[in-house]
């Protein structure tokens, strides 16, 4: 088991575990968030291994992908072996894996 403090301000938190997302490795199993004022964030995980998966981050190209609507609003998220192709007449093509350490395998219930 380990357990991962994380304190300050609140967007360098929030990316720092976006960075944990991406590892298969590891398992959240409990987790805690207590504000500090308008801009400082705690956070306290506790991860285990996960059996069910080998580690396989640490040979993988990782990619922060952002996109932004005609009305300014951002949706971010980080890809594997992210594979960008332009497409022409302004349309791109991004192709890679996404890892959500919060969600379940399928062949695990």
């Known amino acids: 088991m380990l357990k991962i403090s994380l304190e ?4 360098k938190v929030k990316e720092f575990l976006e960075f944990l997302k991406i590892s298969p490795q590891w398992r959240c199993y ?5 504000s500090m004022g308008t801009n400082e964030l705690r956070m306290d995980y506790f991860y285990d ?3 069910y998966v ?3 981050v640490s040979n993988k190209k990782i ?3 952002t996109i932004t609507s005609e009305d ?3 949706i971010e998220f980080t890809l ?3 594979e960008i192709t332009d497409m022409a007449n ?4 991004i192709h890679g894996r996404n890892y959500d350490v919060f969600t379940t395998p399928k062949h695990i219930s």
């Open 63 to 65: 990619s922060k992908v």
């Open 54 to 56: 080998k580690p396989t």
């Open 90 to 93: 302004g349309t791109t093509y």
């Open 30 to 34: 409990s987790q805690s968030r207590l």
């Open 72 to 74: 300014r609003k951002t």
């Open 80 to 82: 594997l072996n992210a």
């Open 49 to 51: 291994e996960n059996p």
């Open 8 to 11: 300050g301000n609140r967007d």
